[in-house]
């Protein structure tokens, strides 16, 4: 046993020898040169030692009980494992054996991804599975899966799960293992990471392909502090032929097709004209241009006719991303720059239903009853996601209230101003108050009023109400009680610039407190 072994290395008797020899030590030491304090900070040295030696000792001698209690729970892995893989057929068992992980009787269980959905794309296949479509970006923080299943549930068909960073992906942090989760219902599923080495971006196409993802994309567009320090997201658009190295190294040995996504330029400078004909003669499979320097972060509106520029100088998909928060953005973007296909963020977190309107061509103006309806079917998908127990509404609560920052920046604008917008001023760079297009706010009904609240504490107790109820009546019931109760208070606190919400760097895409603020889609 470990205790055994602990005892014949010697432990605990060269920790209490150590004990037992420092006072005769110490008292020689007395009485030449230590004074009253010295020998105090001796004694108490002496204590520290001794409590560390029984501590060191009962750990060591609990061991062989957690090794047991480890063994067991692999017994029964294993003895579950083997009689699934003793009903497979030996097709099924060569295949465990190329995927899977050793166990001790030759049974090797094949790694199964979250999702049984199509498998890899070719280069032509995420051609033709892109063309004018309407993707959700990958969205720190946001394109959750349980998210990313509401966004299907209105007609998304091409989604990309949150960024990844590469050398952790590759290490087996869960954390970053746990972003390649692919939903049941994703059809065209991609995943994006952030890498600046071949063998790392090649690793993490292997494990992103063993996910389930369908292509993968590395990102050169991110443009915050933590990734720009260690070289990655938009520090890689300096050098375009540094870049091109890069995509090349990756794409040539990637499972999968490799898409790249990038910002006008690195600082101020714009080269995009540059890196993506270096990215295209590297083999990029697509990319997606964000119509903004990584200096301008999201600042100023998007540069459409930069990416049209580009567009007309590619030979494989570009797909336009910026600034697209309604779906007449998407079918004017579409129609007039020469894109492959459009790529929405910040439309979709503000009203997942976006894909809903591009698809039928007109927009969708649900009533506050009805957007409870849609935020009560985000909370099915997290209950059924992470669990209904209080273990799940813990992982949950740190996405659901941080959704209601932008589902209560939804506001019901009418064609005529969504066209104007569309084609002189973005919604985006526009700073829009409670109410628009002529509404009165004494109109408005208390659930109508409450939902609009950017208050943290409110968007906490909506999260709550939502998650406690069983049905959308009793939910829309719960936040009626909720606003007669907190509303004038909430919303003094939203007239306080003192007290407005800390949002920080939690938003997605990392935006500031003062973009953030006027980021508002009709």
């Known amino acids: 046993g470990m205790s055994d072994l602990a005892c014949a290395f010697g432990v605990r008797a060269l ?21 009253p304090a010295t020998w105090t900070r001796q004694m108490r040295s002496i204590s520290q030692t001794r409590r560390f030696s029984g501590r060191l000792y009962h750990t060591l001698s609990s061991l062989p009980a957690l090794v047991a209690a480890r063994t067991s729970c692999w017994d029964r892995s294993l003895s579950s494992t083997s009689k699934v893989m003793a009903t497979a057929s030996p097709e099924k068992k060569e295949e465990g054996k190329a995927k899977g992980i050793p166990s001790k009787d030759g049974v090797v269980p094949a790694l199964r991804p979250y999702s049984d959905g199509p498998g890899p794309l070719t280069r032509e296949g995420l051609a033709e599975a892109i063309q004018g479509e309407l993707l959700l970006a990958p969205l720190t923080k946001g394109g959750n899966l349980p998210f990313r299943r509401l966004c299907i549930d209105f007609g998304a068909k091409v989604t990309v799960g949150e960024m990844a960073y590469a050398r952790f992906l590759v290490k087996g942090a869960k954390k970053e293992r746990a972003l390649m989760n692919r939903a049941f219902n994703e059809q065209c599923f991609g995943v994006q990471v952030a890498t600046k080495q071949i063998d790392e971006g090649i690793r993490a196409a292997e494990v992103a392909a063993e996910c389930g993802a369908q292509w993968i994309d590395l990102n050169c567009g991110c443009p915050i502090y933590d990734a720009t320090r260690r070289g990655l997201g938009a520090k890689l658009l300096k050098s375009p032929r540094k870049l091109g190295r890069l995509v090349e190294g990756i794409a040539a040995a990637s499972p999968l097709p490799l898409s790249v996504k990038v910002r006008t330029g690195a600082g101020d400078k714009v080269n995009l004209l540059d890196n993506v004909r270096a990215l295209q003669d590297a083999g990029a499979a697509a990319i997606t241009v964000h119509g903004r320097t990584m200096d301008q972060r999201y600042k100023n509106a998007a540069d459409w006719d930069i990416i049209a520029a580009a567009a007309a100088n590619l030979d494989i998909p570009l797909i336009g991303n910026g600034d697209v928060l309604t779906h007449m953005d998407a079918a004017v973007r ?32 649900p009533t506050a009853e009805e957007r409870v309806g849609v935020y009560m079917q985000l909370v099915s998908h997290m209950k059924e996601h992470f669990g209904a127990d209080d273990m799940g509404r813990r992982k949950a609560f740190y996405f659901l ?30 700073r829009q108050g409670l109410t628009t297009d002529g509404e009165d706010a004494s109109l408005l009904s208390p659930l109508e009023y409450l939902l609009r609240v950017q208050d943290e504490g409110a968007h906490e107790a909506i999260a709550a109400a939502l998650w406690d109820s069983d049905s959308v009546e009793e939910a829309i019931t719960t936040l009626c009680d909720l606003a007669a109760c907190n509303l004038k208070t909430w919303q003094a606190a939203d007239r306080e610039p003192s007290r407005r919400n800390n949002r920080s760097s939690d938003y997605a895409d990392d935006a500031t407190d003062e973009e953030i603020e006027t980021h508002v889609a009709g």
Not at 404 to 428: H, W
Request: glycine share 4%; net charge positive; hydrophobic share 35%.
């Open 401 to 430: 209230p941080w959704h209601f920052s932008f589902f209560c920046r939804y506001r019901p604008f009418s064609d005529d101003t969504i066209l104007q917008t569309t084609m002189m001023k973005p919604l985006m760079t526009q």
């Open 15 to 35: 920790v209490s020898r150590r004990v037992i020899e420092r006072p005769a030590a110490s008292s020689n030491m007395r009485s030449s040169r230590s004074t």
């Open 334 to 365: 579409l129609q007039n720059y020469g894109c492959t296909a459009v790529m929405t963020g910040r439309g979709a977190l503000i009203k997942p239903w976006i894909f809903k309107e591009f698809r039928e061509g007109k927009a969708w103006r």
